[in-house]
Structure formats: structure tokens, C-alpha cells
T-cell receptor, first 118, second 113 residues
Framework: DGGITQSPKYLFRKEGQNVTLSCEQN?????MYWYRQDPGQGLRLIYY???????QKGDIAEGYSVSREKKESFPLTVTSAQKNPTAFYLC?????????????????FGPGTRLTVL | AQSVTQPDIHITVSEGASLELRCNYS??????LFWYVQSPGQGLQLLLK??????LVQGIKGFEAEFKRSQSSFNLRKPSVHWSDAAEYFC???????????FGKGTRLHILP
């Protein structure tokens, strides 16, 4: 079955530690996204990547880092510089980027990872 | 820049009653509009989307939405809700040339038996 997987589902971290969240897709999508979700805040974009080896900061990139070495994978690292990392993290992908065109592609979401800092 | 407002944080309806969830957007041209649903602790699932053409859009699970340019709205409707519709619903707009979608803050739907 095609889809997006995120692991782990639950993650606990001590303050001062970096942690990496996994996101893998087998939909052959070019674009991938990371969102953070907090109660009452909706989804806020952290980073996105339109092609391999390229990514852009979203609205709340501070304290996070990403890589896009493979089309299928877009891991997110939550660094110790992120002041309030406890949240629900969602990864998404969409089929393709069309240069100069407005974003119209449906985004498909993974099941999410809940990160708790102890 | 585009923006999305969902005026209702919580909505409660009885099972079998009709439903309308409100969504207002701000954008200078015709936006691309989406409704997603999220069950607790899960990812988001697309219900429907509007790009152009017929302003009444049919989606999955019996939902529909109507694009009204004059009101800058894209309200989601369902004629008869089921207990399984209890979830959080997000309206989203994609309009810029930077491949980003802007999400509203969501409306949580509660169903009374």
C-alpha cells in the first residue's frame, strides 16, 4: 500500500537533547512538508522540500533542521535550541512542484509523532 | 498574503442533524481551497477541494462545500451527521507561488447521541 509513515508514534526527550523524527513516503511524490500542531493553533509549517537536496524554511523553522537526501525520506531534527518542542508533528507530501504555478496539489499526511519533552 | 479564518472553535450537533462549518479566506485572486478532517491523534485526511469550475464541490463521507466569491467563504456542509463524524476539521488555502498551504486553526465537531 502507498502512503506516508512516521516513526515513532510517541517520543520522549530530555531537555537539552536533539531528537530526529522519521518521515518516509512511497507515493513517488516530489514535495514533502513538516508541520507542527499545538492545541488551538492549527498547523504551522516548519520546513518544506520541493526536490531532493533542496529545502526551504517555513514559518517556524527556528530550532529545527531537515535533510532531503532521498526522494522518499524527509527527517526532521528537533534541536536543543527549540525552546518549546512538546507538540504533535505531522509530515505530508504532494505529487509535484510546477515551477511558477500556485500550489494546488493535495497534501497527503502521515499519522504524526507526538513529542514530549520531560 | 493569504489567510484562513474558521470562526468556530467548537461546534456541537445532534446525531442526524445537519452541519455547516464556516471558513473565510483572504486572497486577492481565486484561491485553491481545501477541507481536511483529523481524528484524535491521527493525521489529516482530505475531504474535498476546489480549484475552479462548479462552486459546489462534493467530497468523501457525504460532505460538500460551496465556494462563494462574494463572501470569501468556503463553508463545509453535511445534511445528516453520524457519530463517526466527530473530529477536528481544517480549512486550508493555497494561492501563492511558493508551494505552501495555509491552514485555519480548526473547528472541533462534537456529536450528541
Amino acid at each position: 500500500d502507498g502512503g506516508i509513515t512516521q516513526s515513532p508514534k510517541y517520543l520522549f526527550r530530555k531537555e537539552g537533547q536533539n531528537v530526529t523524527l522519521s518521515c518516509e513516503q512511497n507515493l513517488n511524490h516530489d514535495a514533502m512538508y513538516w508541520y507542527r500542531q499545538d492545541p488551538g493553533q492549527g498547523l504551522r509549517l516548519i520546513y518544506y522540500s520541493q526536490i531532493v537536496n533542496d529545502f526551504q524554511k517555513g514559518d517556524i523553522a527556528e530550532g529545527y533542521s531537515v535533510s532531503r537526501e532521498k526522494k522518499e525520506s524527509f527527517p526532521l531534527t528537533v534541536t536543543s535550541a527549540q525552546k518549546n518542542p512538546t507538540a504533535f508533528y505531522l509530515c505530508a507530501s504532494s505529487i509535484a512542484r510546477r515551477t511558477g504555478a500556485p500550489h494546488t496539489d493535495t497534501q497527503y499526511f502521515g499519522p504524526g509523532t507526538r513529542l514530549t519533552v520531560l | 498574503a493569504q489567510s484562513v479564518t474558521q470562526p468556530d472553535i467548537h461546534i456541537t450537533v445532534s446525531e442526524g442533524a445537519s452541519l455547516e462549518l464556516r471558513c473565510n479566506y483572504s486572497y486577492g485572486a481565486t484561491p485553491y481551497l481545501f477541507w481536511y478532517v483529523q481524528s484524535p491523534g491521527q493525521g489529516l485526511q482530505l475531504l474535498l477541494k476546489y480549484f475552479s469550475g462548479d462552486t459546489l464541490v462534493q467530497g468523501i463521507k457525504g460532505f460538500e462545500a460551496e465556494f462563494k466569491r462574494s463572501q470569501s467563504s468556503f463553508n463545509l456542509r453535511k445534511p445528516s451527521v453520524h457519530w463517526s463524524d466527530a473530529a477536528e476539521y481544517f480549512c486550508a488555502v493555497g494561492a501563492g507561488r511558493d508551494d505552501k498551504i495555509i491552514f485555519g486553526k480548526g473547528t472541533r465537531l462534537h456529536i450528541l447521541p
